[in-house]
């Protein structure tokens, strides 16, 4: 089911594939939309109730001005949550939405029992130096022009202001990282966007982390390996207890007596 609903004083589109179990929220990526990728993921999640929603100037929604920056997104996320979702939900974000996924763990835990992380950076200094936007596609206008409500040079304006708040935004402190208390999954391609170091710099701040690096895969590692990824997202999901493992480092384990 896709519909319209009003959400903090605007229209959002929204979609929702009404499974029994718990609630999953996908959190699409910055100037992209849930259409890009809820057909690869949603069949691997057929024991959830999922959500997704196109945030304020992406997809479906129409555009604002004051929309493009993670402190709005992050309030139209916990307005969504509260309105639509009305339970604390397993969040799964990719790229801008894994780093709206950081912020509602941090600021409203009581909404996320869980997150998956794909491609997200705490601050904006973690992608690789040769990081650029470049131009937008005739491909990207030509879509843009069929889905949405707004005219076709909104596009422009929409992409000015991401090339702006991704040299600034965002900017996570490591300490609030550190006090996150449900499970997360951080989750990059071996030749991401996001620098490697930073990459596990995030994981090695989470108190219940866990990392998962995929091969053969760029920043767009849920279309290149949608099969890989959402195994290793579904394997997570259906156990979120603190992994026991039988050659702990970097995180301790509570049961000290398993045989190797």
């Excluded at 929702?16 to 699409?28: I, K, R, T």
């Excluded at 555009?63 to 309030?75: L, W």
């Excluded at 969040?91 to 491609?119: C, E, H, N, T, Y």
């Excluded at 108190?207 to 998962?212: E, H, I, V």
């Amino acid at each position: 089911m896709s519909e319209y609903i009003h959400i903090d004083g605007h229209d959002l589109y929204c979609y929702e594939w009404e499974n029994e179990g718990e609630a999953v929220v996908l959190l699409h990526g910055g100037l992209s939309q849930s259409a890009h990728w809820v057909a690869n993921i949603v069949p691997a999640l057929e024991d959830y109730h999922v959500f997704a929603y196109d945030r304020s100037s992406h997809g479906f929604s129409a555009y604002r001005q004051e929309s493009i920056n993670f402190k709005y997104q992050v309030r139209e996320a916990i307005a969504y949550l509260e309105k639509v979702v009305k339970e604390p939900a397993h969040i799964i974000g990719w790229s801008d939405g894994g780093i709206i996924g950081l912020f509602l763990a941090i600021q409203r835990p009581d909404l996320v029992k869980s997150l998956v992380a794909i491609g997200a950076n705490f601050h904006y200094n973690g992608t690789v130096p040769s990081f650029d936007m470049g131009p937008i596609s005739e491909e990207d206008r030509a879509e843009y022009a069929i889905y949405s409500p707004d005219s076709p040079e909104t596009l422009d304006r929409i992409h000015e202001h991401f090339h702006h708040m991704w040299k600034s935004e965002p900017e996570i402190a490591v300490s609030d990282l550190q006090k996150i208390q449900c499970p997360v999954l951080v989750m990059a391609g071996d030749d991401d966007v996001i620098r490697h170091e930073h990459t596990i710099e995030l994981f090695e701040s989470l108190p219940l982390g866990q990392l998962a690096i995929v091969p053969g895969t760029s920043h767009i590692l849920p279309k290149e390996k949608p099969g890989l990824v959402n195994l290793i997202i579904t394997e997570f999901l259906e156990d979120l207890s603190y992994p026991i493992t039988r050659m702990p480092i970097r995180r301790t384990n509570p049961v000290n007596n398993l045989s190797e």
